[in-house]
């Protein structure tokens, strides 16, 4: 079974463009998640979809982040404009509601580096 | 709001010698998951603990999980290079949406 898959896997801007990244989930699952992760800390749930559906984008900086899922397969998140502060590796995650564990599967990540 | 905690931050081992990581949550927790992420990767998956008392094991890695006390230990027995990465906890809350909360990590470094 083919794991989460995400692009780039770098990316280096200057602050105030804008940049997407994309993820395929595993074929199946409806759920998708995608994470921010800061150096040296623990990822940070950004945004839930189930299906094409968001589930919970509490954490998400509207004003400069969106993103969207809308055949409920692969999704694509975006930034703009970027700040210093966005660089991060940015996790893409997905899970099934046959799972019992719940267990989220992640992908091999964006590393982004904002100028 | 659920907050994860772990500790210590960073844990220098010696091999050959028995270590743990302890991780606190805040609230009643449905599932409690630990992942290992080695520089420059994604997270791998170790143990998933679904109930009070659960506790599994694989190779020199054992967690258990206690949900009385909302906490959660990583036991690495005769600890080897190998096993030189960080490794985050992370606890499931099924009424938030199966929303994911991660504690801080532990960055763990075995030496010779």
């Known amino acids: 079974e083919a794991g989460v898959a995400q692009s780039p896997r770098y990316k280096i801007i200057e602050k105030r463009q804008s940049v997407a990244f994309w993820c395929n989930p595993i074929?199946?699952?409806?759920?998708l998640y995608w994470y921010q992760q800061i150096l040296g800390q623990g990822p940070k749930l950004l945004i839930q979809?189930?299906?094409?559906?968001?589930?919970?984008d509490s954490q998400l900086p509207k004003d400069r982040f969106s993103a969207e899922r809308l055949k409920g397969v692969d999704s694509t998140l975006k930034i703009q404009p970027a700040k210093l502060e966005d660089s991060a590796v940015y996790l893409c995650?997905?899970?099934?509601?046959?799972?019992?564990?719940?267990?989220?599967?992640f992908g091999p990540g964006t590393r982004l580096t904002v100028t | 709001e659920l907050k994860v905690e772990q500790n210590p931050l960073f844990l220098s081992m010696q091999e050959g010698k028995n270590y743990t990581i302890y991780c606190n949550y805040s609230?009643?927790?449905?599932?409690l998951y630990w992942y290992r992420q080695d520089p420059g990767k994604s997270l791998e998956s170790l143990f998933v603990?679904?109930?009070?008392?659960a506790v599994k094991q694989e190779g020199r890695l054992m967690a258990s999980l206690d949900t009385k006390a909302r906490l959660s230990t990583l036991h690495i027995t005769a600890a080897v290079h190998d096993l030189s990465a960080t490794y985050f906890c992370?606890?499931?809350?099924?009424?938030?949406?199966?929303?994911?909360?991660f504690g801080g990590g532990t960055r763990v470094l075995v030496k010779p």
């Open positions: 995650a997905s899970s099934t509601v046959r799972d019992r564990a719940y267990e989220q599967y």
């Open positions: 074929s199946g699952h409806a759920t």
């Open positions: 979809f189930q299906n094409n559906g968001v589930v919970d």
């Open positions: 609230t009643t927790s449905d599932r």
């Open positions: 603990l679904l109930s009070n008392g």
């Open positions: 992370a606890v499931l809350i099924k009424a938030a949406g199966n929303k994911l909360t």
